[in-house]
């Protein structure tokens, strides 16, 4: 394994109990980094690895529909670390919701997922801001996705909306706060191998989603994580606003 130094890093990463997250934050736990373990609903999980890493974790519950509760997650990381060098932008849903159905059901969804894609991270952003320039500088990882550029099915409509302002938000900030020291990176994954994607092979086939891609087996968690480590260590600084896809040649740009 690499070593990437992150020993003098504190991260904040959402959603970091399951799927993505939950990679992610083992490999940034591995590499010596602090980080704040969000959850929403899996207590469990994230509890199971902030016991593997005692001293360099902590589990911070938040619904991140609430706006309280983002503003009270983000002070209370702050508070118990002291300091946010990295904010990762991970957490995020991906809901059905077919136009074919009633216009008071797709709705529902679409405000739903878009309060926790887009204005989630809106707020998170606008906080991290804020603290970023107390301390001169920061950085922000957004985990977009492949539908911001080749486009969604009809059920999920919104979720390629969110992520496009999720991507345009990241780049905004790139641009606008670079000479205060703070910088902006967007990964863009495809289909990757988590407890969803299961789901998903489970109905479908695993043919179904290999014939998708250019490589001979899917995205894993892993795969993502040395580049967001990457990242977060300032080695990729003056690639501020890039987009990287990690997606096994799915979608090429």
């Not at 641009?175 to 990964?187: A, E, L, T, W």
Request: net charge negative.
């Amino acid at each position: 394994m690499t070593k990437i130094a992150l020993a003098h890093t504190t991260i904040l990463l959402t959603g970091a109990s399951d799927g993505i997250g939950k990679g992610l934050a083992h490999y940034l736990l591995k590499m010596g980094a602090k980080v704040a373990v969000h959850y929403n609903s899996n207590k469990a999980s994230a509890e199971a690895l902030v016991a593997e890493y005692p001293e360099t974790s902590m589990a911070f519950q938040a619904d991140l529909s609430d706006t309280e509760a983002v503003c009270a997650l983000f002070a209370a990381v702050a508070d118990h670390f002291g300091t946010i060098d990295a904010v990762i932008l991970n957490a995020g849903v991906f809901l059905k919701h077919s136009s074919e159905g009633s216009t008071e059901d797709w709705f529902t969804i679409w405000k739903k997922t878009l309060s926790i894609n887009l204005d989630a991270v809106g707020l998170l952003t606008k906080l991290g801001l804020d603290h970023f320039r107390e301390r001169g500088g920061g950085r922000f990882i957004y985990i977009g996705s492949r539908a911001v550029f080749r486009g969604e099915t009809e059920e999920y409509l919104a979720y390629a909306a969110s992520k496009g302002g999720l991507t345009s938000l990241a780049r905004s900030v790139a641009r606008s706060f670079g000479k205060q020291n703070i910088k902006s990176f967007i990964v863009s994954p495809g289909f990757t191998r988590t407890q969803m994607a299961e789901q998903f092979i489970a109905t479908y086939g695993e043919e179904r989603v290999l014939n998708e891609i250019a490589l001979n087996e899917l995205t894993r968690p892993e795969d993502l994580a040395p580049l967001v480590a990457l990242m977060c260590s300032g080695g990729m600084d003056h690639a501020t606003g890039a987009t990287i896809d990690v997606n096994a040649g799915s979608h090429i740009r």
